[in-house]
């Protein structure tokens, strides 16, 4: 088995190379690590040549390189992991994507997946990896995996420009499994759910435990003594009647009644972003390691789904997951068939079979939908180069609805895709 990772000097670069590792210790395995950043791949490669050698484990090699035509070339999975443009969530571009918004008063706390810095992040990111899928397509038969940021929006362009399987993927269910087990008092292991939606804004419309419905429990809880830890997202579930990922900073940009807050409500989450201390810690966190054990030699499985899917469809041991597909088989019934959902997925021999999941409460489905018609937009603008609907997009982003009139929105497009410009991301 051939797995390519582009972008291999992430943090899931390494990350997920272990959990391939302890999948598959007793089956022959090609990592082949691609990074334009020659240091950092440097030191993927050799953490994972040590983890390997460490725990004895044979049929491993690992390669590096800058070419990613080299690295992609008959790869059976390619994972892709990228910042293109600048650092993800520092420096420029990030520091225009967060400051041009907030001159207009519009504080993000992300601003990687929805809203105004995440369409330039789109813009500017899927070219890049839109070449990637060209080379992908002509060099194997590699189903691609998409963990970069905007999920729906890129996965939706890589989705229609590529010959081979395409599917986005996040933790964030698995993360918010546990986090909802751990406020229901109950073992994640013995619970049953259902999660379903969109990136970021995936719904749990079941949990249960020993065959108790815990949805009521959640939201009393969630609501009451757990309403500070929710802030954003307490207030949604006491309304709309179900809780849905993906934590604050990622949520409270997704719907737009939270811009009425002052901006002192969004900076602690803004901080996290920025990488204050403890960051690295918590984001391994969301992924169900401590920092210790992710940058140890032990072999240990994180949320990440990639090692799981592989161990699937190569080994035939079935493996369920959420992802990120195109919803058109109606997996979704009422949302868009265009759209790139988040539901459940089962790897096996038989490949992936998304799971059909009916019809999302009609509230939490009007919500998706504002966030779809945006991605729609973005989308449409990437494959048909049309800024205009870039534009449009970011005119009916809910956090822009909220805030700015039609022009304020105008001139702040204008000032981001000039700043974008003036750094030689846009033409």
Known sequence: MKVAIIGAGSGFGGRISIDILTRFQDWPVEFALCDI??????????????AIAVNNL???TVTATSDRRIAVANADFVLISVAIGGPAYYDEPFDSEMAIPAKYGIIQCVADTVGPGAIFRALRSAPEMLRMAEDINNLSDAMIMNLTNPMAI????????SKNPVIGM??????NLHELARVAGVDADAVTYKAFGINHMTWFTEFSSGGRDLIPLLKERITGEYKDEFFFRSQVMEHF??????????FSEYVPWFRRYAPDVFEPFVAVTRGVKGKRQAWFADMGVTI????????????ESASGIMQGIVQKQAFEFSVNVRNTEGYITNLPRNAIVEIPCLADGNGLTPQHCGALPPGCAALCKLNIIEQELVAGAILHNDLTLAKQAL???PMVMATCTLKQASDMFDEMLARERELGLLP
């Open 154 to 161: 890129l996965t939706w362009v890589l989705e229609e420009r």
């Open 37 to 50: 950043h020659g240091e950092r791949l440097g030191i993927v490669k050799e953490y994972l040549e040590k």
């Open 170 to 175: 996040c933790h964030g269910v698995t993360g």
């Open 241 to 250: 009647g179900y809780h849905t990922t993906e934590g604050e900073r990622h």
């Open 292 to 303: 210790e054990q992710a940058e140890s030699m032990d072999l240990i499985t994180s949320y």
């Open 395 to 397: 005119m009916v982003d």
């Open 58 to 60: 044979k049929d491993k």
